[in-house]
């Protein structure tokens, strides 16, 4: 009896152990992805500037700048617009929480400039911006806590 009992015992602390390890491998980077979505989300949701239009949508989570472990968020909008930079830049500042939130610059090329290394992500636009009107607005964000502590392979 005391057997069995410590059978049924040690197969439950495997399950157990066995459960904790997948949760902590898989749902880290699903959570890591939702945070930096959310990011995106925060900027596309904003009140847009007068003869303004959202063109394209992006964000990423991983180690997208620079060397170490880390973990980044990035989140940005493709905006297409008649106005200049420093208006864009001047409805933008209304809404900024920090330094890195809220950045507008203006889109000359079809890559994303500031991300580094991108995991397979594409970080190509669509759109032609041979034009000269188009801008993006983009935001370093942060990770959803204890999540962002996980184990997620991108942030090496």
Request: net charge negative.
């Given at each position: 009896m005391?057997k069995?009992?410590?059978?049924?015992?040690?197969?439950?602390i495997?399950?157990?152990?066995?459960?904790?390890?997948?949760?902590?491998?898989?749902?880290?980077?699903l959570?890591?992805?939702?945070?930096?979505?959310?990011?995106?989300?925060?900027?596309?949701?904003?009140?847009?500037?007068?003869?303004?239009?959202i063109?394209?949508?992006?964000?990423?989570?991983?180690?997208?700048?620079?060397?170490?472990?880390?973990?980044q968020?990035?989140?940005?909008?493709?905006?297409?617009?008649?106005?200049?930079?420093e208006?864009?830049?001047?409805?933008?500042?209304?809404?900024?929480?920090?330094?890195?939130?809220?950045?507008?610059?203006?889109?000359?090329?079809q890559n994303l400039?500031?991300?580094?290394?991108n995991?397979?992500?594409?970080?190509?636009i669509d759109?032609?911006?041979?034009?000269?009107?188009?801008?993006?607005?983009?935001?370093?964000?942060?990770?959803i806590?204890?999540?962002?502590?996980g184990?997620d392979?991108?942030?090496?």
């Amino acid at each position: 009896m005391k057997k069995s009992r410590s059978i049924v015992v040690f197969i439950v602390i495997c399950i157990g152990l066995i459960a904790l390890f997948v949760v902590n491998i898989f749902i880290p980077p699903l959570m890591n992805d939702f945070a930096a979505k959310q990011d995106m989300n925060r900027i596309k949701n904003l009140p847009l500037p007068e003869q303004t239009e959202i063109s394209e949508t992006f964000y990423l989570a991983g180690n997208l700048n620079g060397n170490g472990n880390k973990m980044q968020y990035y989140g940005a909008v493709l905006l297409h617009s008649d106005l200049s930079i420093e208006d864009i830049e001047e409805h933008y500042s209304a809404y900024r929480k920090g330094k890195y939130d809220l950045l507008v610059q203006k889109q000359e090329s079809q890559n994303l400039e500031e991300i580094e290394r991108n995991f397979g992500f594409d970080d190509t636009i669509d759109a032609d911006v041979s034009d000269g009107k188009y801008y993006l607005v983009y935001t370093w964000g942060d990770g959803i806590a204890p999540f962002c502590w996980g184990i997620d392979i991108r942030a090496n």
